[in-house]
């Protein structure tokens, strides 16, 4: 099976920088994602890690390293409307994705 | 066309009712998902559909029953539902599942409420 685990809340304030870890354990292991859901909406797509190293998307970045089974998602200059769930997800076979627990990111002025 | 939509927002049953969910996306997506999301939970994935095939059902109960009509369209029957069954029904699309950097997008999701 596949257990994922990431922080349960973050608070910080606008302009700052979050970084929000997952480790995971899984058996057949694709790649890493991460998923922005504001309360009320879907999940939408941020950023995918196959490979070891730094993807880079505009204020959000994301890391992995296979060999440590970890990876964070680096959110840059806050803004309010960052504040929402973040979910890592690992990717097996089948294009399966289990998500972990979620970090809710909470964003102050 | 780059959303996935869902209809309804949101539903009502009864535990006797019989009802159906639907999804739709028109951005040739090959594979199709059924996820759902309790309230502060993660989405749990219950069905992936491959090519109109059901490929994957994760031990989803059989009052809850995937249809896929055609390559854009995915329905969810529902039928004798528990209360315990209330919650987000998302839906999820990507163009296959067979791609190494396959990505799903997700529908607004429909929220299920059982009486």
């Known amino acids: 099976g596949q257990s994922l685990e990431q922080p349960s809340e973050v608070t910080a304030v606008e302009g700052a920088i979050v970084q929000i870890n997952c480790t995971y354990q899984?058996?057949?292991?694709?790649?890493l994602s991460w998923y922005q859901q504001h309360d009320g909406g879907a999940p939408t797509f941020l950023s995918y890690?196959?490979?070891?190293g730094l993807e880079e998307t505009g204020r959000f970045s994301s890391f992995l390293s296979r060999s440590d089974s970890y990876g964070y998602l680096l959110l840059q200059e806050l803004q309010m409307k960052d504040s929402a769930s973040y979910f890592c997800?690992?990717?097996?076979?089948?294009?399966?994705?289990?998500f972990g627990g979620g970090t809710r990111v909470l964003v102050k002025p | 066309d780059t959303e996935v939509t869902q209809t309804p927002k949101h539903l009502v049953m009864g535990m006797t009712n019989k009802k159906s969910l639907k999804c739709e996306q028109h951005?040739?997506?090959?594979?199709m998902y059924w996820y759902k999301q309790k309230a502060k939970k993660p989405p749990e994935l219950m069905f992936v559909?491959?090519?109109?095939?059901?490929?994957i059902n994760e031990s989803v109960p059989s009052r809850f029953s995937p249809e896929c009509p055609n390559s854009s369209l995915l329905n969810l029957h529902l039928h004798a539902l528990q209360p315990e069954d209330s919650a987000l029904y998302l839906c999820?699309?990507?163009?296959?599942?067979?791609?190494?950097?396959?990505?799903?997008?997700f529908g607004p999701g429909t929220r299920l409420t059982v009486l």
């Open positions: 951005m040739g997506h090959r594979a």
């Open positions: 997800a690992v990717r097996t076979a089948g294009n399966k994705l289990t």
């Open positions: 559909y491959s090519y109109e095939k059901l490929s």
């Open positions: 999820a699309s990507s163009p296959t599942k067979r791609s190494s950097t396959d990505t799903q997008y």
């Open positions: 899984t058996s057949g292991f694709y790649g």
């Open positions: 890690n196959a490979l070891d």
